[in-house]
């Protein structure tokens, strides 16, 4: 198990982000994942986890399983289905795999689940290799 590269400021990742979740995803050699408690800090709805930040994490462990295998690349289109409400206070497991590659195009799932296996939202995404330049770009962000 080993713990994935982060970008110092990301909002999901990034441990010197006082404002975000300072996530830490890990990778078993198929699946990156991580695991957080949703708290009030990041509720929507009265008692209900913002969905948007379900579908920031999802993203992130998405293209986590790629930069575990040291590619880089960014998001070009992502699909969420939410099943049901996250509750606050619900531990949560982030899920996110590499399922497709086309030359510079990766396709991955994700899943977000509590600790009994209960799904509250998949996702499907496709992300575009990094070109030079913008790897270059991407590599100052890493910690």
Do not use: W
């Amino acid at each position: 198990m080993k713990e994935i590269l982060r970008y110092k400021n990301c909002f999901v990742c990034g441990e010197k982000n006082i404002g975000g979740l300072q996530a830490k995803f890990y990778y078993d050699g198929e699946k990156a994942f991580t695991e957080l408690l949703a708290t009030d800090k990041f509720e929507g709805y009265n008692g209900i986890y913002h969905g948007g930040v379900i579908s920031s994490l999802l993203d992130e462990v998405m293209i986590k399983a790629l930069l575990a295998e040291k590619i880089f690349a960014v998001t070009a289109e992502m699909t969420i289905k939410f099943k049901r409400p996250v509750l606050v206070g619900t531990e949560l497991r982030f899920i996110g795999k590499l399922v497709l590659q086309k030359k510079k195009l990766f396709v991955t799932e994700g899943e977000v689940i509590d600790n009994n296996n209960l799904v509250y939202a998949t996702a499907t995404g496709k992300y575009i290799q990094a070109n030079d330049s913008l790897k270059a770009q991407l590599m100052k962000s890493i910690d």
